[in-house]
């Protein structure tokens, strides 16, 4: 163990063939798979609102991101399958079984319109910022070359979720009503997604899977993202949100980690029937599979 660590810790990068503890496996597998499931459900919930999008212009937008974002399920689940932890057909029971885990966010329901935009400008930049840091040092080959895609395409989502803020912003005063409604109900789980503060014994940081602590992250993005609301006109839901008066950067209140420990036991507000739709729609088209695999396993005439 203390050679591999001195190996990824001068920058080594490891492949899938590489003979690796057990330990950084399981780990690095866990951390994909909760990419890969995320990927996936964050593309079910655009689905949802493909017919219900405002214009065609809008409804294309959400077609594309929610292509774009199966597309990231479907290579991160295979670069998990590689590691030979778990097959893919695995990975994907788990989930539905409600085994699996995804990030917070997925467990909650999106309301209006405005909760979609708030998802795109919010979420979408929580998730950059997080894939940023994962990619600048990332120990693992595969992972750190498919992210390399992935982190692309989520900045045009992250634009996408731009655009449409400014049009709210600059909106009739029912949409900024809207959209105010929609921050309140996103500002938090947001926050949460970072994930709880960082162990110091955390493997992800030892073994640079990670490259910056969760509070490392969270910090960086508040402090991008409260000056832009404001400047908005928008308010965080937060009455403790304040600039420190010696640094000038903003400092919120408490965070309560309870609403993030109940999505992490899939116990979220919406988990039930987001998890209880895709496991649907699974079972429903298990006949497609298992036909496929029929034909593969016949003999060649």
């Keep these: 163990m203390a050679d591999f660590d001195e190996f990824v810790a001068g920058g080594g990068i490891v492949e899938p063939v590489d003979d690796v503890p057990h ?9 994909i798979e909760l990419h890969a499931n995320s990927e996936l459900m ?36 295979m670069v998990a399958a590689d590691m030979g932890v778990k097959s893919r057909s695995e990975m994907l029971e788990d989930l539905f079984a409600g085994r699996g885990r995804f990030h917070n966010v997925f467990h909650y329901q999106a309301v209006t319109w405005a909760d979609q935009v708030a998802i795109a400008y919010l979420v979408d930049a929580g998730a950059l910022i997080s894939q940023q840091a994962v ?56 926050l949460h997604m970072f994930g709880p503060p960082s162990k110091p014994d955390d493997v992800l940081l030892r073994w640079r899977i990670k490259s910056e602590t969760n509070d490392a992250l969270r910090d960086k993005f508040v402090q991008k993202y409260a000056t832009l ?60 599979r298992e036909a496929l695999e029929t034909v593969a396993e016949r003999p060649a005439a």
């Excluded at 330990?23 to 951390?31: C, I, M, P, S, T």
């Excluded at 992935?150 to 449409?164: P, S």
């Design 229 to 288: 609301l404001m400047g908005y006109g928008f308010v965080p839901p937060d009455p403790d949100l304040h600039r420190d008066a010696e640094t000038g950067r903003w400092v919120t209140g408490e965070i309560d980690w309870e609403p993030l420990k109940a999505t992490l036991a899939n116990l979220g507000p919406d988990s039930a029937r987001r998890i209880g739709g895709a496991a649907a729609h699974w079972n429903d088209t298990r006949w497609v």
């Design 135 to 190: 990619f600048k040092q990332c120990s693992y080959g595969p992972y750190r070359r498919i992210l390399k895609r992935i982190i692309v395409e989520e900045g045009f989502h992250m634009r996408h979720g731009e655009e449409m803020l400014l049009i709210f912003a600059e909106g009739t005063d029912i949409q900024r009503t809207m959209f105010q409604a929609a921050l309140d109900r996103w500002w938090w789980p947001t």
């Design 42 to 77: 964050g593309g079910l919930t655009e689905r949802d609102w493909i017919p219900r999008a405002p214009g065609l212009r809008r409804k294309m937008a959400v077609l594309a991101k929610t292509q774009d974002e199966i597309g990231h399920a479907h290579l991160l689940y």
């Design 23 to 31: 330990e950084y496996r399981d780990a690095v597998f866990r951390f």
